[in-house]
T-cell receptor, first 115, second 115 residues
Framework: AQTVTQSQPEMSVQEAETVTLSCTYDTSESDYYLFWYKQPPSRQMILVIR??????QNATENRFSVNFQKAAKSFSLKISDSQLGDAAMYFC????????????FGTGTSLTVIP | DAGVIQSPRHEVTEMGQEVTLRCKPISGHDYLFWYRQTMMRGLELLIYFNNNVPIDDSGMPEDRFSAKMPNASFSTLKIQPSEPRDSAVYFC?????????????FGPGTRLTVL
């Protein structure tokens, strides 16, 4: 089974500052998809950003961007200009290509934003 | 679209009782997933369906758990008899095969408490 590791159970950042959440994964596949989901206190899981492994360019969505290092099997999430509303649990997820739609989730990183 | 709908949002029951959780996926989606989230075990995939057919139920903890998808717009997860260790948040998610990323859309979850 695929393994997704988030080594930072908790992180904190000052409002308006930048924070990076780490994620590594284990796979022998050459093509796959990676995702970051946000889970605020409301519990709703919300997609933040996604990346396809064969694309060299790092995905960006407004203040959220990723640093995808395929050789290192690393997929970190950078949040710029952190806002109070960014406080949430963040989950990294992996999906293989063409073998069902099963996602493999990491254990999550709890992000606190300090005013 | 209303998104993935789950009911009830909260359920409190006593040990030994039958519990039924319900999910309505996004219209047109052909994959449906049931997850369980706890502090100790994180987000666990219990079972998923493709076109109403169960594909992988290896995550179902034991025979007390069962899931059905009688049609494309409705699924149930049943626990009979329930036990205190089943207390968790249960999520339903759906996705569309022909969508390039097969992103999973999550419902708001059902918080189950078994006394």
């Amino acid at each position: 089974a695929q393994t997704v590791t988030q080594s930072q159970p908790e992180m904190s950042v000052q409002e308006a500052e930048t924070v990076t959440l780490s994620c590594t994964y284990d796979t022998s596949e050459s093509d796959y998809y990676l995702f970051w989901y946000k889970q605020p206190p409301s519990r709703q899981m919300i997609l933040v950003i996604r990346q396809e492994a064969y694309k060299q360019q790092n995905a960006t969505e407004n203040r959220f961007s990723v640093n995808f290092q395929k050789a290192a099997k690393s997929f970190s999430l950078k949040i710029s200009d952190s806002q109070l509303g960014d406080a949430a649990m963040y989950f990294c997820a992996y999906r293989r290509v063409n073998t069902g739609n099963q996602f493999y989730f990491g254990t999550g990183t709890s992000l606190t934003v300090i005013p | 679209d209303a998104g993935v709908i789950q009911s009830p949002r909260h359920e409190v029951t006593e040990m030994g009782q039958e519990v039924t959780l319900r999910c309505k996926p996004i219209s047109g989606h052909d994959y449906l997933f049931w997850y369980r989230q706890t502090m100790m075990r994180g987000l666990e995939l219990l079972i998923y369906f493709n076109n109403n057919v169960p594909i992988d139920d290896s995550g179902m903890p034991e025979d007390r758990f069962s899931a059905k998808m009688p049609n494309a717009s409705f699924s149930t997860l049943k626990i009979q008899p329930s036990e205190p260790r089943d207390s968790a948040v249960y999520f339903c998610a759906s996705s569309l095969q022909r969508d390039h990323y097969n992103e999973q859309f999550f419902g708001p979850g059902t918080r189950l408490t078994v006394l």
